[in-house]
């Protein structure tokens, strides 16, 4: 069983037990939070598409941590000009792991 849900703005597909990384949240760690904006689910071949949500279904998770993803290096260059400037970036995100999906 799994389902493509909508989590801080982006489309997961999760499962029961799964651990992603997503965009920060406001939840402490150990907090439950739950996710309604399901956009299908599939049971043992059986799938159920929303329009654009289905109705009823939430997917359940657990917030494991959070921790700031790896460095990017954002490097910009104009040639001939003299011009160049280095800049780094770490994504704040937080760990989550699915707990259950209830249609």
């Known amino acids: ?17 799964n651990k992603i990384y997503v965009h920060r949240l406001p939840q402490e760690e150990g907090e439950e939070i739950e996710f309604t904006d399901v956009m299908l689910i599939e049971n043992e071949g059986e799938i159920k598409i929303g329009a654009p949500i289905i109705e009823n279904a939430k997917v359940t998770a657990k917030v494991l941590g959070h921790l700031k993803g790896d460095k990017v290096i954002v490097f910009k260059k104009k040639r001939r000009k003299g011009y160049q400037v280095k800049n780094g970036h770490r994504q704040y995100l937080s760990q989550i792991q699915i707990e259950e999906i209830t249609v």
């Not at 069983?1 to 037990?17: N, R, S």
Request: glycine share 6%.
């Open 1 to 17: 069983m799994y389902a493509i849900v909508e989590i801080a703005g982006q489309q997961f597909k999760v499962e029961k037990d």
